[in-house]
């Protein structure tokens, strides 16, 4: 095919857009060379060279997943709210949920992701072992009501993606099916030449179901990830403190309670404790010899307990803090904050500044303050790293005291253990692997073992091989179609605009004829079909009134990986052809220009 | 290709399914055979076989779009209420308009059509005339909230459109522009095999623009349309009544009044009538012969008298009915309804039953009762057919009376003309090619020629030859794909199930392997391979546990045009190829199968 620029739409754009998304130079170049065009926060149109790549994605796309064995269907963009009420995502995706009513009055959702019909289509249409497993894949158009959508089509509130669901009657047959996702999903980055780390993303609390993003490191990704030298990768939000040792409790220092005004800090405290009480071993007290108390405020989002607003006050090492991220998990399903001065004082028990897990008598015993067993009732949770052994400075609940060699296990115990501080470089890999580092990295794709959640809340059931009703296991499987555009843009482009990789760039050849001589366009024109008739895809800058240095930079602007320039040689039957990505340019004869870029 | 049905998402129904839209035969067997899956009223799935079929249909769209040099794009299907509030279609479009919050309580839509963002896209990108004339398409999925979604893809919520825009800056550009587009959809339903007439949507009142409905005659077809043997072809609300030539007055009778009780409808009118009073010219009073007074409310939708309820009177012959969609052209911009009792109870010089142009004194003088100058100030509208010199029966304004000889032009005049009564058959066409006749017809396609109207509430501008900053003038053009899936598909099938025409057909061949015996399945299987050497895409039925009679079904219901059956004679080199279309079997040597189904 010959694309003819004097006859297509195509505004290359000399100023960078005004726009929010404009913070990534990527997104400016995109709009620049007329890839796409903003129409309200987070939503683009397409425009012709757009939708060639966007078209190049999804076919790379299409043809992993067929040879993954998964059919491709298409669902509605809009779905009535039943089912995701059923599976209770219709509460807990909250703002986040495109909501609307049609004019009777009935609720639907514009989808966010698809488990919900596929579970049912697969409920009306299977009913046997024998039609599973089944993978079903659709490209579509997903949305989501992203708070600060940012970054183009990074995080867009309009987005393609590919989403795919598999079927199963057994775990083994779910980890086959997500194996083939996986390695799919492999395919795919490797074609498009895409660096990627495989990082866990659950911590595995769901009952043996597993989860792994495919992160792109890169500095402007919004993950966190973590990593050792030994191969172990996760999420912040799955990285799962090891449990140290419990240590013996015998022969402990007892408790020693101090004054302690004008401590508001961690920093103050430890300097005051080191000033007024020496330790000990006769080192100095440090902030990781500290219990650390935050009163959370956490709040159900779905189900009975819905609207319920609990108090819980965790405590962790006064050097660490509370990562909102993997706090989210611990407590998932719910809504946190840090509790607000109204919190605290329908709990006049919690001694603000000064909360600490147990009271001291003056003869040295204890009684719980913290933990519903305790006076105050409130649910205590501890940091894992405060096993039963290590002893510890926290506050005496009472008005500018502090204790000093509070024993977790002798003085005070908890209601569980919640995993939430942040993690940190030089932290040990849980599987022993050494110390972890930490990178960013954006997600590229997610696969997941969804297990029997979707199929149970759904009632989708199949007879298996003795004739016995099972759920089915499901596995959800997902891909940004257009952030992964966005992704090669930002990876691959320099200050003069865009380097599309071969297999996605939106035409092979980008064939520029410049000057004014009649006998230059006839030239090129000439190698247009010769290069067309080789099988190449080109864009053709025909146009009769446009300068060089106008062609060669919208050449470099929209990124094709390979321009041929026909200009004064072409009397002698030589053009230049220019490799964008090395700025390399090379005089070659015009008959074998076809042999050489065809290759 | 070769999909072979063991291993393939395809399930066929032996039930109709119980969905409302399943009073249209072809959505039946779309759903039986596995083509879409119902998800809420008017909303789809598309399950494989579905989704080749739409995507061939978009194929040959894609085609003759870029034969009439349209630039493919593509737009959000959400869209900000902004836009569409410029043009005023964010109210006119009443109940039919989805529309959403976001989170931050920004107003969107899911768009209906997208003249306003394609607008807005031009205005953004083209500044002068040299980039004119352009022509836009999309291939997108629309959102409609139909009062009554029926007939599945016939009429949905959302549905597939092909929907192109042009601009240009003069009128003879769009007229061009508009033949391009309405050449390329004759070649289209061409393509296709579908029947179409193109009549005139448009009674041309819009100021010398330009629309033309493709319409496919069918009884199921929602559409009225007239045609004349002459060639007039116009949808119903588009035809104008030819207004007859003024009568002389001198010389008519003068209004006679006369008692009228229990004349509660124009039959008992007449009759009374005849009963009553002789006719001048001997013969008997007809419903013609009465002018009937129908009063309706007039609510303005948008713009500055949004709200304002009016009362209008129409005069109509006796004999015709006011045609609701032909009154909502003439009040274009308003709700229409009858008035009702407290409407009239407003005005109580409209005598309900007895309501009449005029006051007749008893010398014979006459003095208005109708019409915004006259003693109620109610606007008063015509029918064309009631011109001047014409004699009429109607109500004398006087509880139980009517008058006769009441002579437009000299007893009574209007405010203005409606052309709103019923059109029946045998009426004439306007372009005086003779008596026209009604037929249903099911839309199609539509081209408009939108002129400046859009451009214009959006500011689109371009500089012309001479410098000068010009409006620009456009034309709107839109194919529903999923429609005309599911038009092919109620047109091409029998009792059976569906019968694909070739070009669309979800599969050139289907091959179908019977038996139990293993070189029947082997010699199919070398087949399906030959075939696909031959380029022909394969549905193979290779289903090891199926009997011949239900892979006959299965055939019969998905429709693919041609089945190519491996049986018993398989040892003998031969195999039954069945014409689905006409029923036909014949025995073919396998070893020729490939090139007959090539040819």
Not at 454 to 471: F, H, I, P, S, W
Request: some cysteine; overall charge negative; proline content about 5%.
């Amino acid at each position: 095919m010959i694309t003819r620029l004097s006859n297509y739409f195509l505004k290359t754009l000399r100023e960078d857009p005004a726009e929010a998304e404009a913070e990534v130079a990527s997104h400016k170049l995109l709009v620049r060379a007329g890839y796409i065009r903003r129409q309200s926060p987070g939503v683009f149109a397409w425009l012709p060279l757009g939708l060639r790549v966007k078209g190049k994605l999804e076919q790379i796309v299409r043809e992993e997943m067929a040879a993954a064995g998964a059919h491709e269907v298409h669902f509605p963009a809009m779905l009535p709210r039943e089912m995701y009420e059923a599976t209770g995502r219709w509460e807990e995706y909250g703002d986040a949920l495109f909501r609307l009513q049609d004019r009777h009055g009935a609720d639907h959702l514009l989808a966010p992701t698809h488990e919900e019909p596929f579970t049912l289509m697969v409920k009306d249409l299977v009913s046997s072992y024998k039609d599973l497993p089944l993978t079903l894949f659709q490209i579509q158009d997903k949305y989501r009501d992203e708070a600060r959508p940012r970054a183009g089509l990074l995080r867009g509130r309009e987005f393609t993606m590919k989403d795919a669901y598999s079927f199963d009657v057994t775990d083994e047959g779910l980890a086959e099916s997500y194996q083939k996702q996986r390695d799919a999903y492999e395919r795919i980055f490797t074609r498009l030449g895409l660096e990627y780390a495989i990082v866990s993303a659950d911590a595995g609390a769901m009952g043996g179901s597993r989860s792994e993003e495919f992160l792109l490191p890169t500095e402007i990704g919004e993950d966190t990830f973590v990593r050792s030298a030994g191969g172990y990768a996760a999420n912040v939000e799955a990285y799962v403190t090891p449990v140290p040792e419990s240590l013996p409790i015998e022969g402990l220092p007892a408790p020693v309670v101090y004054d302690s005004p004008d401590t508001p800090t961690i920093d103050t405290l430890v300097a005051h404790t080191n000033a007024v009480l020496k330790r000990e071993d006769g080192r100095a007290w440090t902030a990781a010899d500290t219990l650390k108390h935050v009163v959370l405020a956490v709040t159900h989002v779905a189900g009975e307990l819905a609207g319920e607003r609990e108090i819980v006050v965790v405590g962790l090492p006064g050097d660490r803090d509370v990562d909102m991220k993997r706090a989210e998990v611990v407590f998932a399903g719910c809504d946190i904050e840090p509790a607000t001065a109204a919190d605290l004082a329908k709990h006049p028990g919690l001694l603000r500044g000064y909360i600490g897990a147990a009271r001291v008598a003056a003869d040295g015993s204890t009684t719980a303050v913290l933990g519903t067993e305790s006076e105050t009732g409130v649910r205590y949770l501890l940091d894992p790293r405060i096993v039963p052994g290590t002893s510890w400075v926290t506050g005496a609940n009472v008005d500018e005291q502090h204790v000093a060699y509070l024993v977790a296990g002798r003085d005070f115990t908890a209601d569980g253990i919640a995993d939430l501080s942040d993690v940190r470089a030089g932290d040990p890999a849980p599987d022993g692997s050494g110390p972890i580092e930490t990178a960013r990295g954006m997600e590229i794709g997610h696969v997941f073992q969804l297990g029997r959640k979707y199929a149970e809340a759904l009632g989708l059931k199949v007879l298996d091989q003795n004739g016995k009703l099972v759920t089915v296991t499901m596995g959800s499987y997902g891909i940004g179609v257009t952030r992964i555009m966005a992704v090669l843009a930002e990876l691959n482009r320099d200050d003069r605009g865009l380097i599309w990789p071969r297999q996605v760039a939106p035409f092979d050849v980008h064939l520029v004829a410049t000057g004014r001589d009649a006998g230059i366009f006839e030239t090129a024109e000439e190698l247009a079909g010769t290069l067309e008739a080789a099988g190449l895809d080109v864009l053709f800058d025909d146009r009769p009134k446009v300068s060089p240095g106008v062609k060669f930079g919208d050449a470099e602007l929209i990124g094709v990986p390979r321009v041929v320039v026909v200009g004064r040689d072409a009397a002698d039957g030589i053009a230049e052809v220019w490799d964008r990505a090395t700025g390399e340019k090379s005089k070659v004869a015009i008959a074998e220009i076809a042999a050489l870029l065809s290759k």
